[in-house]
């Protein structure tokens, strides 16, 4: 079973739907309880546990566990120290971190992540910055 995610400008900010390959969208699955607070700039799923969307308002990040053929769980916690200004990324690697690209200073922030639990304290800022509001953030390795 696959699943597609888009994270968009308007109330719920985030919508997800059944994907088949070769015949494409299901039924829209139900919105989160809890939805992202403003525009969704991103969103990324975590193989097949957990679901974020980065987002314009406060907290700028909100994940949700995701259940295949269900859905939206119940929002996890907020992570302790929020990405500053709006997130317009969002990126997992692997299920062990999460990453925000957002509009102010550091314009990237990475988190450890748990399935099941959420976002673990913020790790250090990069010592070269990024230069600008950051867009997306995706990682790469094995």
């Given at each position: 079973?696959?699943?597609?995610?888009?994270?968009?400008?308007?109330?719920?900010?985030?919508?997800?739907?059944?994907?088949?390959?070769?015949?494409?969208?299901?039924?829209?699955?139900?919105?989160?309880?809890?939805?992202?607070?403003?525009?969704?700039?991103?969103?990324?799923?975590?193989?097949?546990?957990?679901?974020?969307?980065?987002?314009?308002g406060d907290p700028r990040v909100s994940a949700y566990p995701w259940t295949p053929g269900a859905g939206f769980g119940a929002k996890y916690g907020d992570p302790?120290?929020?990405?500053?200004?709006?997130?317009?990324?969002?990126?997992?690697?692997?299920?062990?971190?999460?990453?925000?690209?957002?509009?102010?200073?550091?314009?990237?922030?990475?988190?450890?992540?748990?399935?099941?639990?959420?976002?673990?304290?913020?790790?250090?800022?990069?010592?070269?910055?990024?230069?600008?509001?950051?867009?997306?953030?995706?990682?790469?390795?094995?």
């Amino acid at each position: 079973m696959y699943d597609i995610a888009v994270a968009h400008y308007t109330d719920p900010y985030v919508s997800a739907y059944p994907w088949t390959p070769g015949a494409g969208f299901g039924a829209k699955y139900g919105d989160p309880v809890a939805k992202p607070a403003g525009a969704g700039g991103g969103v990324a799923f975590c193989g097949s546990t957990d679901i974020a969307v980065a987002h314009y308002g406060d907290p700028r990040v909100s994940a949700y566990p995701w259940t295949p053929g269900a859905g939206f769980g119940a929002k996890y916690g907020d992570p302790v120290a929020k990405p500053a200004g709006a997130g317009w990324g969002v990126a997992f690697c692997g299920s062990t971190d999460i990453a925000v690209a957002h509009n102010d200073d550091p314009r990237v922030s990475a988190y450890p992540w748990t399935p099941g639990a959420g976002f673990g304290a913020k790790y250090g800022d990069p010592v070269a910055k990024p230069t600008g509001a950051g867009w997306g953030v995706a990682f790469c390795g094995s």
